[in-house]
């Protein structure tokens, strides 16, 4: 009897299905993923319970939920997707830069991630490969397994931008193993092992932090040598934060905002202005910064080619991370969104 499980199956994110011709069809204006998103699959399914997550212990139920970031990812088997990769790698048709390694809350995660990461080499693709890892049953020794096996970049999925929000939504308050603590060594484990910028954290604005907090955490990470992966929070159906407002544009657009001037070292943490509420005020740019210097703020962040056209959004509202290199148009429009005086002042 064949086992269906991961390594050898695993799902796709509905783009990548797309790119890889299972699901006919491109996203609303032609985007296409860049990046080939695999998520490991067990039949037991995931062991951790966060409130925002399709495949949480206590919203799946099992295996068989099969939603994040509310669409389906449609299980295929590893062999078969990996074939589907060679022969587009290199295509322009097809831009596939990288391949991202996504794991589960599972005790096979970790050996399963490295195994996959193994198969991608021997089936002789070259693209780049990404792990995103879930702190919680990845330690150093399998972060060195990962790179040994042909992985270049790795993202720790920290999710909360602190303490207090990340036990709210993914610790043991909501019946939840992940450990804050065990997240933010592990983005030191990881940048020890595979590099100051080649290893990264997913951050998701929106599941209850203040801008302070979301700046703080960002601040921290760049000290600490790690990119930054914005995420806008959108709710998934079925979850306890179904009810739960996706986060404004504004609040968002500054978010992205501060995350490529931390990143690119344009400015320092003086330079970010909160008010009570620890909401953004305002940013003191330098002052030869031009408009159209900041037009990557508005783009999808975290390892290059990774894209993810529509996965904060349903198509047709506000793209909130742009996968493609923004137009005048749209920056001004995205700078104008942020509300912060001395952005608005640059537009008008
Ligand atoms: S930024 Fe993209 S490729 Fe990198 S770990 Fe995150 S989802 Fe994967």
Known sequence: MIQVSSPDWVRLSFGADMVLGYSPGVFLKGALNTTINLLQYYPDGCKANCQYCGQAREVAEGPDCKTLIRVEWPLRPLNDVLKRIKERQG????GIQRICVGQLAHPRASPDAIEITKRIREAGIEVQISELVTATYTFRRHMEEMKKAGANMIDVAIDGASKEVFDN???KPVRSMHSWDRYIKAIDEAVDVFGRMNAGIHLIIGLGETEKEAVDLMLYAHSRGAKLS????YPEEMTPMEKVKPVPVSVYRRMQLSRWLIENEVVSSDAFEFDEEERLKDIHLPSDIKVEDLSPAFMTSGCPGCNRP?????????MKNIPWYPSKQQTLRALKATKLPSLVSMVS
């Open 91 to 94: 295509d322009p048709t097809y």
């Open 169 to 171: 939504v993914r610790g």
């Open 230 to 233: 914005l995420f806008a929070f």
């Open 310 to 318: 529509y996965s904060n959004e349903r198509p047709g509202g506000v």
